[in-house]
């Protein structure tokens, strides 16, 4: 007798997204570089330690509008921008005519690259905004992602590249991926209309219900790919041979890129199609609803100088054990290292990172030193800690040593530390903290000894 009553409860809950997913489990043969479920209070915006709110009508000094042509100010206020309360962040368009309020975010983070060898994912769970025909003239929601060196110059796209994950212009039952690269106008990418393409959202209208967006960066085939898929469906891909050795390097060779959260109002794409947007039958208040986004990266990609990728029974902790071989990590990246031996460091470390190690087997005599491989290129005042803990990132340390500028970020030393005595197997976390919010170490590897 008790079960209609409950069944009605849970369709209750659905309907409202209390029931929420968060981010989805790691892929077998993947880590987690970052992501961001967007729990948290109803009305509190999205977390500061992971996005930068854009705001107006444009980047200081930038083009106008964005470069786009859009009419809208982009602002912090909640109710343009702000979590739900059941894990998820809405960007909500307010007004009418000419005059709207939106919001657009970016990550603070800047170096989403794979490194040589290796697939980088970065995905979205996105409902767009729920609205369709004269009433979305106008409304342009996007998840995208722009080349790094493109923060604090403003006037070098395309060619630091641009990798529209999603787009969509006035309510269409369509997702467009697009790669904007090289000169404007023309040029390999056919500026600014970009390299594209469009299908319908698969089953359910892109409008009506979530949907899973994702960009792949091969670097593990030769010549590269750049693939999109929506809900795990392949719908667009770039191959690197299709771009001279210059254009490819430009949107490639930098540091990496960041990503955006954004629904526009008007401007050159939604008015392509429909004329000028918005109209006076563009209806307000829909907002763009994202569940999660967060970014992976392949285990692939034999570095053949360095051991192998921990086995899934976990490393002895007397090995050398590959800082870039986490099973986890926040707020760092992974680059090629000149130390001996050649392969890859794990670099742009700063307070609050932290690294993840799945099985690190002590045995059963106490490990009592901690070495780590390290190098600093940090200025002048600015330094901090290396700290292992076990089992958490906040848990008390059982040993660390600080450092400072060595010469450079690829001047390495070794360091030992004292650490309390470990035995039997653990997750091992390597964090960082420090009094300056700047990079202040590389890691390439670390041992223990008894």
Not at 77 to 97: C, E, H, K, V, Y
């Amino acid at each position: 007798m008790y079960l209609r009553p409950l069944i009605a409860t849970l369709v209750a809950l659905l309907g409202m997204g209390a029931l929420v997913a968060a981010v989805p489990p790691t892929p077998t043969g993947w880590s987690l570089v970052w992501s961001d479920d967007f729990n948290g209070p109803a009305g509190s915006p999205p977390s500061s330690a992971n996005w930068i709110v854009d705001t107006g009508h444009s980047y200081p000094g930038g083009p106008a509008n964005w470069g786009t042509g859009e009419i809208q100010n982009y602002t912090a206020d909640p109710a343009n921008l702000s979590l739900d309360g059941s894990g998820n962040l809405r960007i909500t368009p307010l007004g009418s005519g000419q005059n709207w309020t939106s919001a657009r975010i970016e990550t603070r983070r800047a170096d989403f690259k794979p490194a040589d060898g290796r697939i980088l994912r970065i995905e979205g769970r996105i409902q767009m905004p729920n609205v369709t025909g004269d009433a979305a003239l106008g409304y342009w929601p996007a998840f995208w992602a722009l080349g790094s060196p493109y923060r604090g110059n403003y006037w070098n796209w395309p060619g630091i590249g641009e990798f529209d994950i999603m787009e969509n212009v006035n309510g269409i039952n369509a997702v467009w991926a697009v790669l904007h690269c090289g000169v404007n106008p023309g040029g390999p990418c056919n500026e600014t209309t970009g390299l594209g393409a469009s299908r319908a959202c698969p089953g359910s209208t892109c409008q009506s219900a979530f949907h899973t967006y994702r960009f792949e960066w091969d670097r593990s085939v030769s010549p590269n790919q750049l693939r999109w898929y929506v809900d795990g469906q392949q719908f667009h891909s770039v191959s690197q041979a299709q771009f001279d050795a210059t254009t490819w390097a430009n949107m490639t060779g930098h540091a990496g890129y960041f990503l955006l959260l954004n629904v526009a109002m008007g401007g050159a794409f939604p008015n392509a199609l429909a004329g000028q947007t918005p109209t006076a039958a563009t209806v307000s208040g829909r907002p763009m609803v994202v569940d999660y986004v967060a970014v992976w990266q392949s285990g692939g990609g034999t570095q053949p100088t360095d051991p192998p990728t921990n086995p899934p029974g976990g490393v002895d902790a007397r090995s050398t054990i590959q800082a870039e071989r986490y099973q986890a990590q926040s707020g760092t990246m992974v680059e090629t290292t000149t130390d001996t031996g050649g392969g890859q460091n794990v670099g742009a470390i700063a307070n609050g990172d932290w690294l993840r190690f799945d099985g690190v087997a002590f045995g059963a005599t106490p490990a009592r030193q901690f070495n780590a491989r390290v190098a600093s290129g940090a200025a002048g005042g600015v330094s901090g800690l290396v700290q292992v803990r076990l089992g958490s990132p906040t848990a008390p340390p059982i040993g660390d040593f600080a450092i400072a500028n060595t010469g450079g970020w690829q001047s390495w030393r070794t360091v030992p530390a004292n650490i309390a005595p470990t035995t039997g197997t653990h997750t091992v976390y390597l964090t960082f903290s420090s009094g300056q919010p700047a990079d202040f170490v590389n890691v390439n590897w670390f041992t223990f000894a008894s």
